[in-house]
């Protein structure tokens, strides 16, 4: 990994920690980002779901891709969450010209991860970065 990367990693943690600090109720976050690579910005935000009234409410992290014709497709899932995070970006991570996603949550296993784009608006990867 690139001395940049490491340095960058360094940041993102550090102000993501100082933000989990102050944050006390978790908000609605949508980032506009290109992730499908047509130089048109998509929309990425987090989505609760529950399978009936007293259920589990699952988080996700679902968008929706832009098309051709600078319209939006229908809303996908791109990651399921246990607790809604708190926090969540975008950003060019591992470097390699497509748009990333940066994310945090407290619950069971706290921390912030990033969630690999593979330049086509699907998530490849998820790993954490920061406890
Ligand atoms: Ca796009
Ligand atoms: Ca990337």
Request: proline share 3%; charged share 30%; hydrophobic share 35%.
């Amino acid at each position: 990994m690139k001395k940049e990367t490491l340095i960058l990693i360094g940041i993102v943690a550090l102000v993501f920690t100082l933000a989990g600090c102050s944050v006390k109720e978790p908000k609605d976050k949508k980032v506009y980002v290109d992730l499908n690579g047509d130089g048109v910005k998509d929309i990425v935000y987090v989505w609760g779901e529950r399978e009936h009234w007293n259920a589990d409410t699952y988080y996700f992290i679902v968008a929706k891709l832009s098309n051709p014709e600078k319209t939006y497709g229908e809303r996908i899932h791109l990651l399921k969450l246990n607790t809604k995070p708190y926090e969540l970006k975008s950003m060019d991570f591992d470097d390699d010209g497509d748009q990333d996603l940066v994310f945090s949550v407290f619950g069971k296993n706290p921390g912030t991860f990033v969630a690999e784009n593979d330049g086509m608006g699907k998530i490849i990867n998820t790993r954490k970065i920061s406890g």
